[in-house]
Antibody, heavy 118, light 107 residues
Framework: QVHLVESGGGVVQPGRSLRLSCAASGFIFSDFAMHWVRQAPGEGLEWVALISHDGGSQYYADSVKGRFSISRDASKDTLYLQMNSLQAGDTAVYYC???????????WGQGILVSVSS | DIQMTQSPSSLSASVGDRVTITCRASQDVNNYLAWYQQRPGEVPKLLIYGASNLQSGVPSRFSGSASGTDFSLTISSLQPEDVATYYCQRCGSAPFTFGPGTKVDLK
C-alpha cells in the first residue's frame, strides 16, 4: 500500500536552511503529483507546495514563494522541500501527500516537526 | 486568490445527530472541492473529493454536496469516532487553499 515517510526535520535557527525528504513506496512515484502541507502548533492546515508528476511544474503558497523549493528524484522515489531563510512562522509539522486525480491529497505521511528558534 | 471560509468554527452534537458543515469559496472552483477529517493527534484523511464523491473506505454516513460556490459536508448519524476537525480545500489548480476548519465534538 501507499507509504510516505518524511525525514530531515528538527530545530533550526532563524535565517538558516533545512531540507525535508519524503520517501515514497507502494505506488509508481512518477505517476503522481505530490504536495507539501504544514500545520503550525494548534493551528489549521496550510498548503505549501505542489510538484507535478514529472517534476516539470511547481506551485507555491505566497507565504513561502522565493524561500522554499519543491523537487523530486524519480530514481530514488523521493520528494524534497528545500527551505531557506527560515522564520519563526515556519514552525510546523510538515506533511508530504500524494495526490489523486484533481490534486486531492489522498495519502499522507505521518509528518515531521520543524522548529525555528534561536 | 480564492479564499475559503467555513462555518461554524465549532459545534457540539450528540451521538446519532445529523451534522452539517458548510464551506464557501470566494470564486467558482468548478466543484474541485475536498473535505478532510483530522482526529486529535492524527494525520488528515481525505473524506470527499470532487465536492460529492466518497473516498474509498470512508463510511457512507459522510456525504458532500455543492450549490455554486457553497459546499456542505453532512454526517448523517454522528458517531464517537467522528470527533475531529474538518477542513475543506480548493483543489484542481493552485493555490490549493484550505478552509480554517470546523471542530466537531460530542455534547
Amino acid at each position: 500500500q501507499v507509504h510516505l515517510v518524511e525525514s530531515g526535520g528538527g530545530v533550526v535557527q532563524p535565517g538558516r536552511s533545512l531540507r525535508l525528504s519524503c520517501a515514497a513506496s507502494g505506488f509508481i512515484f512518477s505517476d503522481f503529483a505530490m504536495h507539501w502541507v504544514r500545520q503550525a502548533p494548534g493551528e489549521g492546515l496550510e498548503w505549501v507546495a505542489l510538484i507535478s508528476h514529472d517534476g516539470g511544474s511547481q506551485y507555491y503558497a505566497d507565504s513561502v514563494k522565493g524561500r522554499f523549493s519543491i523537487s523530486r528524484d524519480a530514481s530514488k522515489d523521493t520528494l524534497y522541500l528545500q527551505m531557506n531563510s527560515l522564520q519563526a512562522g515556519d514552525t510546523a509539522v510538515y506533511y508530504c501527500a500524494r495526490e489523486r486525480t484533481g490534486y486531492y491529497a489522498s495519502h499522507w505521511g505521518q509528518g515531521i516537526l520543524v522548529s525555528v528558534s534561536s | 486568490d480564492i479564499q475559503m471560509t467555513q462555518s461554524p468554527s465549532s459545534l457540539s452534537a450528540s451521538v446519532g445527530d445529523r451534522v452539517t458543515i458548510t464551506c464557501r469559496a470566494s470564486q467558482d472552483v468548478n466543484n474541485y472541492l475536498a473535505w478532510y477529517q483530522q482526529r486529535p493527534g492524527e494525520v488528515p484523511k481525505l473524506l470527499i473529493y470532487g465536492a460529492s464523491n466518497l473516498q474509498s473506505g470512508v463510511p457512507s454516513r459522510f456525504s458532500g454536496s455543492a450549490s455554486g460556490t457553497d459546499f456542505s459536508l453532512t454526517i448523517s448519524s454522528l458517531q464517537p469516532e467522528d470527533v475531529a476537525t474538518y477542513y475543506c480545500q480548493r483543489c484542481g489548480s493552485a493555490p490549493f487553499t484550505f478552509g480554517p476548519g470546523t471542530k466537531v465534538d460530542l455534547k
